[in-house]
């Protein structure tokens, strides 16, 4: 079985641009939650879709958005970026939200210059 | 609020056991988690405890102690591939949220093995 897959794997961005991440969770797996990890501030949770709602949400600021498909795909998107979005963004797959087992994605390294 | 504390750092020898502690205050906590992660790469699931007590799985056991806020993972016989960060989690239950669940990570314990 295919695992977490996230695209794209690298991604180099200029303050003020937007950008789109992609996840594909593992196929069964209908929830898919976002988390933005950095050196400072450690794994910090985004938000989480199931059947493409968003069922929960951390504390980032509206320009984090994210949307999930039927076919439980998911992407986030961050408008107007500042350097401190640099971060390794990953997503991770579970069954559904009360599944105690989350299998995270390689991750999408992003910096902003 | 919601807290997660564990060592920054920690340094054990090859065949040695080591303990890392993770203490915790949430306002929901419905189960605790400990990630394995190498650099450069994504975390890897090691160990989920709801119920006090210990959870073995091989080399690694986890404990938890819903009283006091505390878990520990305890790494027997290790090995130089151990050497990677450890993340405790916490998954709070928001019942504000139609009563769904977030992951909340401490900062991680980097864990340095050497012969």
New interface residues.
Partial sequence: KAGVTQTPRYLIKTRGQQVTLSCSPISGHRSVSWYQQTPGQGLQFLFEYFSETQRNKGNFPGRFSGRQFSNSRSEMNVSTLELGDSALYLCASSLDPSSYEQYFGPGTRLTVT | GQNIDQPTEMTATEGAIVQINCTYQTSGFN?L?WYQQHAG?????LS?N?LDGLEEKGRFSSFLSRSKGYSYLLLKELQMKDSASY?C?V?DL?MF??G?????????TRLAVHP
């Fill in positions: 189960g988690f790469e994504a975390p890897t699931f989920y709801v993340l989690a998954r928001n949220s139609g769904y669940n977030k992951l909340i990570f401490g900062a991680g």
